[in-house]
């Protein structure tokens, strides 16, 4: 029983909990726990002990599992809520950790990827990718001379450029 | 940058306080007739897989 709620319950230290997804992890595992090893084992022991007299236990025992399921539910839920700041003032320790380790914690890419990052932090930013115009540059190799071509060209015309580097912390 | 942890000694004091929870409810605050119980034993090993994980 320990070992299911731990599977749907767990979170690292520190990461946030998020409501809707924690009530359906709630109700998961205690419907895993309640229906199928409380009651099909419970069955398994009383066949054992008692012969065939067990069906008749079962269904008293599925009245008061399904009473169980949300006393459990909506008792842990608040308890959770309600703990949270002990758990956070005694429990964890904090602990400082240097700030390439802190990025090694990143993922290079997302289980999805999309841009409602970029999206939300350029809306932030009053999007000054529409305002600008680009030339895209890319492929294996010659980018740079190629972009330093373009630059030179296009500084002998009307056309202001702006030289962006970007460096990256990527370890090789 | 600091990031929350949890220590093995701390992890080991709360099982132990969890499971003493654990059999207090389920063993002295339980309603029992011959088949049915009703206790209120979920409570430490829900708290238990949320903290501690399996």
């Known amino acids: 029983m320990g070992f299911v709620y731990g599977i749907f319950l767990y979170k690292k230290p520190g990461e946030e909990r998020k409501d809707f997804k924690f009530i359906i992890q709630l109700i998961v595992s205690s419907v895993i726990v309640l229906g199928v090893i409380k009651i099909l084992l419970e069955a398994v022991f009383l066949n054992v002990l008692y012969g065939k007299a067990y069906l008749a236990v079962i269904a008293s025992r599925f009245t008061t599992e399904a009473i169980m399921l949300p006393i459990q539910v909506i008792t842990i839920f608040l308890l959770e809520k309600a703990l949270r700041p002990f758990a956070k003032k005694y429990l964890y320790k904090e602990e400082e950790i240097d700030i390439d380790e802190y990025l090694d914690t990143f993922d290079k890419f997302t289980k999805d990827p999309n841009l409602d990052a970029m999206r939300y932090i350029m809306e932030r930013f009053d999007n000054p990718e529409k305002q600008t115009k680009f030339i895209h540059v890319s492929g294996t190799n010659g980018k740079g001379s190629i972009c330093e071509m373009l630059a030179s060209i296009l500084n002998n015309t009307e056309y202001k450029l702006r030289q962006i580097y970007i460096s990256t912390f990527n370890k090789i | ?54």
């Open chain 2, 1 to 54: 940058m600091t990031k929350l942890t949890l220590t093995k000694g701390k992890k080991i004091i709360l099982s132990a306080m969890l499971l003493s929870i654990l059999l207090v409810l389920s063993r002295f605050l339980s309603i029992k007739s011959t088949f049915l119980v009703i206790s209120f034993s979920f409570i430490p090993m829900m708290l238990a897989g949320i903290y501690l994980r399996t």
